[in-house]
């Protein structure tokens, strides 16, 4: 796919297509005409392809040759007001059946929005006639709520949308209800072309064993609140945001609502321009602070999921996953706000505080969306497990900390290693964790004029030595709370203990000379 620039100039909202786009759209006009009347056609587009564009030119094209009716099912408000917009930028007229709608003069419509749970319940009160729908269009067709639809349009072509072909349930397959899925063009070649952002990814390990997957198949919200309340990690949140984002407008995405107000909490106390925002924020509350982050250059808005779908700032420039997820789908949306083009923005920050990188590969990966569609248990199963995930890691100090030991050409040890090493040659497993005291002991000394030097160092090695506990527990599978918890306290005494009774000697080996008095 080739894009002029002239093309990109012209390029109106609701009124001209991209050449990708009306490829798209002649590849579904082609399946209506080959595909018996209640064929179910899935179409995949990455976030910021313009599905919506797409699909409202659709609207119009079917509406002009065709003597039916159309109904466009989202599953949130704020999309439903956004496509009836983008229908009536496109000439079409239309009517949005909302729960106060009044359906009296239905019969002067082609063409209605709703969302699934307000069509129900006028469909099931036979408030809506449907008689005459001939096309229904599903926009975020990986939600399971429009299933229960399907039966009341058992003789109409039902198209359904998606930048994920992935169902959000792994019991409700998208197979099962699609015959046939069309892939649209990639985030890669989006990219290439100008019309997404690049993801530049910067990833931090985060130990998630602690957390519980829920019936849904994602993280609990309390297991996730009990690890991101941390003080830990809303101190490495801060860091991170501090190394990658400063200064840069800012989406926090978390898994509950008291997690994001621990990280409202942390940033207004380190004097960054932050607000957050819920789904118990009236609209009122919602528009006057999305108005604030739209105006305000460095600013930082933390929420709970409410802003993954239906929710367009082209000026981000930075996207913080404080959360893990199960979900491709989620990943995909959450990274995919930071994706649109806007002036001279070419790419957008992602921290990632969830391992989700490690789980899902990049954001715009070259995934097979046909075979994810037709065996998506295949798909899922092959992803790895946290234990699996963590199992690779590897500490890496931070820049700053690194320069402090820059006398040292190897901070890591691999305590997994020398484990293994160790019940090979018959010893105690309790080595490993002497060997890493003399480890540690020596970057320190190298990077040290006395043991005072030394001992200040020490201190600053806390997240390398709960990382190295948090190996050998596993190593050896002891880790409860009170077990680990001694552990690291007792690491901590016998390290600085071994730096007071050994310093001058391990200088003098190291240097070739004794430390000066």
């Known amino acids: 796919m080739s894009v002029s620039k002239t093309e990109l100039e012209e390029r109106k909202a609701g009124k001209d297509l991209y050449s990708y786009q009306k490829g798209a759209i002649n590849k579904i006009f082609t399946a209506f005409e080959e595909s018996p009347s209640d064929y179910h056609l899935l179409y995949q587009l990455p976030t910021g392809g313009g599905k919506t564009v797409i699909f409202s030119e659709i609207v119009r094209q079917y509406l002009k040759h065709h003597k039916k009716k159309v109904i466009v099912m989202t599953h949130r408000i704020e999309l439903c007001k956004q496509t009836s917009k983008m229908l009536t930028e496109f000439g079409v007229l239309n009517k949005v059946v909302d729960s106060k709608a009044d359906l009296s003069d239905q019969a002067d419509y082609s063409c209605f929005v709703a969302m699934v749970e307000t069509l129900n319940n006028r469909l099931n009160d036979n408030k809506l006639d449907i ?61 290439e072309n100008g019309f997404l952002a690049r993801a530049e990814m910067f990833t931090y390990n985060v130990g998630l064993t602690s957390l519980v997957v829920g019936a849904n198949g994602d993280y609990t919200v309390k297991s996730s609140e009990d690890l991101y309340t941390d003080n830990d990690m809303l101190t490495k949140l801060l860091q991170a945001y501090e190394e990658r984002s400063k200064g840069k407008k800012t989406l926090i995405f978390n898994n509950g609502i008291n997690t994001s107000l621990h990280v409202y909490d942390t940033f ?33 808005l933390t929420s709970v999921s409410i802003l993954t779908t239906g929710f367009d700032e082209p000026s981000v420039e930075s996207i913080i996953l404080n959360r893990a997820t199960k979900s ?79 006398n040292s050409k190897d901070v890591y040890f691999d305590i997994q290693k020398t484990y293994v090493n160790s019940i090979r040659s018959g010893e105690s497993s309790k080595v490993v964790l002497e060997r890493s005291i003399e480890h540690h002991a020596k970057i320190c000394i190298e990077n040290s004029e006395d043991v005072y030097d030394a001992l200040a160092l020490a201190k600053k090695l806390g997240d390398d030595i709960d990382f190295r506990i948090g190996r050998y527990t596993k190593c050896i599978s002891k880790s409860t709370f009170n077990f680990v918890e001694w552990l690291k306290g007792d690491y901590r005494k016998k390290l600085n203990s071994y730096l007071r009774n050994n310093f001058d000697d391990v200088f003098e080996a190291i240097h070739g000379y004794p430390p000066e008095d």
Request: aromatic share 14%; charged share 25%; hydrophobic share 40%.
């Open 328 to 406: 491709l789908t989620l990943y995909y949306q959450m990274i995919g706000r930071g994706s649109r083009i806007f002036n001279n923005k070419k790419s957008f920050s992602v921290i990632d505080l969830g391992n989700n990188f490690h789980r899902f590969g990049p954001w715009g990966d070259d995934l097979d969306w046909q075979r994810i569609f037709k065996s998506p248990n295949f798909y899922l199963d092959n992803i790895l497990s946290d234990e699996e995930l963590e199992s690779n890691f590897r500490y890496e100090m931070p820049d700053e900390l690194r320069a402090e030991f820059a």
């Open 131 to 191: 008689s005459d729908i001939g096309l229904v269009i599903i926009d975020e067709a990986h939600y399971n709520s429009f299933t229960k639809l399907f039966k009341f349009f058992s003789q109409s072509f039902i198209l359904g949308v998606t930048a994920t072909p992935l169902s959000s349930s792994i019991e409700l397959p998208m197979t099962d209800n699609y015959d046939e899925l069309i892939v649209g063009e990639s985030i890669e070649s989006l990219i």
């Open 268 to 300: 207004r106390r380190a004097g960054y321009p932050i607000a957050h925002l819920d789904n118990t924020n009236t609209k009122k509350e919602r528009a006057m602070i999305l108005k604030w982050f739209k105006k305000t250059p460095d600013a930082i």
